[in-house]
């Protein structure tokens, strides 16, 4: 079946999971364009983590805001998954009056450095 993207013409896109420290992609799924980028995204993470070998201890999550999904994010910050538990994750979000806002009232003196691993 042809199916047209928001632009008005056939495409297709691919929804991948990276494994950063291979370089590889672990999972993948070639969609039809006219499918939201945020459809299906927990089930997919779940066979994402179903894909990992045994010696993988754990898994952290970062995306772009298309990944700003309530139930994607309350299944990692809850534990949900069984083999790895809480999950930690970086998704970002579009700056909006509300989040700006937010931002602004942290006093200075409650920001923190991002600590990196080396």
């Given amino acids: 079946m042809d199916l047209f993207c928001y632009k008005g013409y056939k495409s297709y896109q691919p929804f991948n999971f990276f494994w950063a420290e291979l ?13 939201p980028a945020g459809y299906g995204q927990l089930e997919a993470f779940k066979n ?26 309350k299944y990692m910050a809850r534990g949900k998954n069984a083999r ?20 602004a009232a942290v006093a200075e003196k409650s920001w923190k450095p991002l600590l990196r691993r080396k």
């Fill in 23 to 35: 370089g590889m992609v672990l999972y993948t799924q070639f969609r039809d364009g006219n499918v």
């Fill in 48 to 73: 994402a983590l179903e894909l990992l070998p045994a010696g993988v201890e754990e898994v952290f999550f970062r995306a772009d805001s298309a990944s700003y999904d309530h139930e994607l994010l």
């Fill in 84 to 103: 790895f538990g809480v999950i930690p994750f970086t998704v970002s979000a579009d700056i909006s009056s509300e989040l700006r806002g937010a931002i």
